[in-house]
């Protein structure tokens, strides 16, 4: 018995002339890729928005930006024209300031669109004073409109009024200040400024993304809701307060967004590969209609005008 055991211990390897060497199994072992599936929503994604998106963005804020650019010029001009027809909801004092926005959000477009198009080539500073322009442009636009929509403070210039101006643009930088911390610039595959360099538990970005859903998700439920309950805010939306309410209109889809995309990178939500790569096309076109506040803007206000 001792013998025996010795036996199955040891490490010999039984041979037998049919036995076959491992490099003649491969050789002879012919591999048709015909019957091969890949599946999409295992890792790694194969996600083409960035290169889709870099080839579309630059025409979309070229054309966008010349049609601000004149319905801007438009809305500037029926203010110098006619500076006695805008009452209240939309006094001149308003509508010059939210044009006065509307011009800073579309004097950003051209180097933004040039960035996509070429690489950024301007650095991490001027990266950041143009997501901090953007975002203080568009703050600036949503107290306007949500003071306007609920106060008369705006019918004429006085020292309330200007005191209330100050206030606006003032706190809508300090609001704006977060999203210059948050952002920066790439280097891979080529240079970009981007609106998110930080991690997404950071938190400057989770300040930026709390301004963000207060001012356009959050602040528009709240006037909707006082415009419903009060009577005198009610009576005031005939004569055309809706029509500045188009800013809200355009950003909320991208502020539900920001708060999806913000629950999938966290990773409080699991999806798969096919919902990350469909979602980065529906977060680009959300963003796109935000930006077409600033040409669509000027044309409602006009038209809102004219028929009143």
């Not at 295992?42 to 804020?61: E, K, S, W």
């Amino acid at each position: 018995p001792d013998a025996h055991w010795s036996r199955l211990q040891s490490p010999s390897v039984l041979e037998s002339s049919n036995s076959l060497d491992l490099s003649e199994i491969m050789s002879n072992y012919s591999y048709d890729d015909s019957y091969v599936t890949l599946d999409y929503d295992a890792a790694p994604c194969h996600n083409q928005y960035c290169a889709h998106f870099q080839r579309v963005a630059p025409t979309f804020l070229a054309v966008t930006c010349a049609a601000a650019a004149l319905g801007t010029g438009a809305l500037l001009v029926a203010l110098t024209k006619q500076p006695h027809a805008w009452g209240w909801p939309h006094s001149r004092a308003l509508v010059a300031q939210l044009a006065v926005g509307m011009g800073l959000f579309t004097a950003l477009l051209p180097p933004v669109a040039v960035g996509i198009g070429q690489g950024w080539r301007l650095g991490t500073g001027l990266c950041r004073l143009t997501h901090l322009l953007w975002h203080w442009s568009l703050f600036a636009q949503g107290l306007l409109v949500a003071s306007g929509s609920c106060s008369t403070a705006w019918c004429r210039w006085d020292p309330r009024s200007w005191r209330l101006a100050v206030a606006v643009w003032a706190g809508a930088l300090l609001l704006a200040t977060p999203a210059a911390l948050a952002s920066g610039t790439v280097g891979a595959p080529e240079m970009s400024c981007i609106r998110r360099s930080v991690a997404v538990l950071s938190p400057a970005y989770l300040l930026h993304l709390a301004l963000c859903l207060c001012l356009f998700l959050l602040l528009p439920a709240v006037l909707l809701v006082a415009t419903l309950a009060v009577p005198r805010l009610r009576a005031g939306w005939e004569p055309g307060i809706g029509a500045s309410w188009l800013l809200f209109g355009l950003w909320v889809p991208y502020s539900v967004g920001l708060a999806v995309d913000f629950l999938l990178q966290s990773g409080l939500v699991q999806p798969t590969c096919g919902t990350f790569e469909g979602f980065d096309y529906a977060l680009g076109l959300s963003e796109g209609l935000g930006v077409l506040h600033c040409c669509l803007g000027p044309a409602v206000l006009l038209a809102t005008q004219l028929r009143c």
